[in-house]
Antibody, heavy 119, light 110 residues
Framework: QVQLVQSGAEVKEPGASVKVSCKAS????????LHWVRQAPGQRLEWMGW????????KYSQKFQGRVTMTRDTSASTAYMELSSLRSEDTAVFYC????????????WGQGTLVTVSS | QSALTQPASVSGSPGQSITISCTGT?????????VSWYQQHPGKAPKLMIY???KRPSGVSNRFSGSKSGNTASLTISGLQAEDEADYYC??????????FGGGTKLTVL
């Protein structure tokens, strides 16, 4: 069955970077685009960007442009999202999600990774 | 990029129907049939309920339906059940290959 399993919770200091992983199983990793979505506590979902897992192309939300990097390791069927220059407002749960075909619909989601930014 | 506009909350009694709106602009909802709806229970990952405005993934109850008129998309839930109580988010493709989420709507089943 399709699964997206993310890395565990992180605590980071302001100014640091965090790298969250998303390991895919149950399907051909390079056949689907992966997206990353952020959700601050009690807040709405926020789209961060997408990663073409086949060729490595990316598209980032303007809000995160310059601070976010999405990469993948096809041999490990794993995608990564790195967010730099962390600030307290970045405290959130980060999700990876698989896109269905070219529909921009996300049919499978990771379990979420809580990143806490605190000094 | 602004979020799509959703009502903060809606409510209904079991068995009733409710509709949640999602208002965007001619640069997103109005121009593309790439609107999706997600259900999120507290502490859980979102679940896809509707995609491409009206399509329902397998396994999703036919009590859930989607539509669009102009710059506004809508999610209708008929025959409300207690387990439908959750947050609902709309989502649309927008210009420059970006994506916008709505602000979210809390559905309360009375």
């Amino acid at each position: 069955q399709v699964q997206l399993v993310q890395s565990g919770a992180e605590v980071k200091e302001p100014g640091a970077s965090v790298k969250v992983s998303c390991k895919a199983s149950g399907y051909t990793f390079t056949n689907y685009v992966l997206h990353w979505v952020r959700q601050a506590p009690g807040q709405r979902l926020e789209w961060m960007g997408w990663l073409n897992t086949d060729n490595g192309n990316t598209k980032y939300s303007q809000k995160f442009q310059g601070r976010v990097t999405m990469t993948r390791d096809t041999s490990a069927s794993t995608a990564y999202m790195e967010l730099s220059s962390l600030r307290s407002e970045d405290t959130a749960v980060f999700y990876c999600a698989r896109e269905v075909g070219a529909t921009l619909a996300f049919d499978y989601w990771g379990q979420g990774t809580l990143v806490t930014v605190s000094s | 990029q602004s979020a799509l506009t959703q009502p903060a909350s809606v409510s209904g009694s079991p068995g009733q129907s409710i509709t949640i709106s999602c208002t965007g602009t001619s640069s997103d909802v109005g121009s593309y049939n790439l609107v999706s709806w997600y259900q999120q229970h507290p502490g859980k990952a979102p679940k896809l309920m509707i995609y491409e405005v009206t399509k329902r993934p397998s396994g999703v109850s036919n009590r859930f339906s989607g539509s669009k008129s102009g710059n506004t998309a809508s999610l209708t839930i008929s025959g409300l059940q207690a387990e439908d109580e959750a947050d609902y988010y709309c989502y649309s493709y927008a210009l420059s290959s970006t994506v916008l989420f709505g602000g979210g709507t809390k559905l309360t089943v009375l």
